[in-house]
T-cell receptor, first 115, second 113 residues
Framework: KAGVTQTPRYLIKTRGQQVTLSCSPISGHRSVSWYQQTPGQGLQFLFEYFSETQRNKGNFPGRFSGRQFSNSRSEMNVSTLELGDSALYLC??????????????FGPGTRLTVL | AQSVAQPEDQVNVAEGNPLTVKCTYS??????LFWYVQYPNRGLQFLLK??????LVKGSYGFEAEFNKSQTSFHLKKPSALVSDSALYFCAVRARGSYIPTFGRGTSLIVHP
């Protein structure tokens, strides 16, 4: 079974621009979560989507948004980029079988650099 | 609120020696606990999890972890370290009733030949 895939793997943008990242979950997984990883803050939860609806949200400004499509693929958008948005953005999927012990499986990440 | 502490930023061990990466947690009620490993420029790779039952959990690549409720700890262990085990290790906790895990800051494991 193919793992979680993320595109692109690397991105360079300038301040003020916007960016869209894409994530395809493991086949059969219906939940997609997004995380931001930085050396200073570690792994921080952005949001989770299930059935095209945002189910959980972390403490990030409204510049960070996402969506999920009917095939469970998800996109994350960051508008008006700031230098501090430079990070590794990780996507994770899980089955969402109603079991709270579902394990999240992570993609390789998208490395975003904001200049 | 839930939290995870990984008290060591870095752990150094010689190849062939046993290794331990420490994790303590705070959560209301019984926890779900996870260990992940991250290699450079890669995503997190699932190693093992504790849900309920036996306190000793066995995972991938010879790793195991012991759940200790009284000490609120979930330390990762391996009897004999390999150079290829060198990576960043993350502990995560999730309260029952919550879908959002909290991750520790990570511990860099360096295995010397």
């Amino acid at each position: 079974k193919a793992g979680v895939t993320q595109t692109p793997r690397y991105l360079i943008k300038t301040r003020g621009q916007q960016v869209t990242l894409s994530c395809s979950p493991i086949s059969g997984h219906r939940s997609v979560s997004w995380y931001q990883q930085t050396p200073g803050q570690g792994l921080q939860f952005l949001f989770e989507y299930f059935s095209e609806t945002q189910r959980n949200k972390g403490n990030f400004p409204g510049r960070f948004s996402g969506r999920q499509f009917s095939n469970s693929r998800s996109e994350m958008n960051v508008s008006t980029l700031e230098l501090g948005d430079s990070a590794l953005y990780l996507c994770a999927s899980r089955a969402w079988n109603g079991g709270l012990s579902d394990t999240q499986y992570f993609g390789p990440g998208t490395r975003l650099t904001v200049l | 609120a839930q939290s995870v502490a990984q008290p060591e930023d870095q752990v150094n061990v010689a190849e062939g020696n046993p290794l331990t990466v420490k994790c303590t947690y705070s959560v209301s009620g019984n926890p779900y606990l996870f260990w992940y490993v991250q290699y450079p420029n890669r995503g997190l790779q699932f190693l093992l999890k504790y849900i309920t039952g036996d306190n000793l959990v066995k995972g991938s690549y010879g790793f195991e972890a012991e759940f200790n409720k009284s000490q609120t700890s979930f330390h990762l262990k391996k009897p004999s370290a390999l150079v290829s085990d060198s990576a960043l290790y993350f502990c995560a906790v999730r309260a029952r009733g919550s879908y959002i895990p909290t991750f520790g800051r990570g511990t860099s494991l360096i295995v010397h030949p």
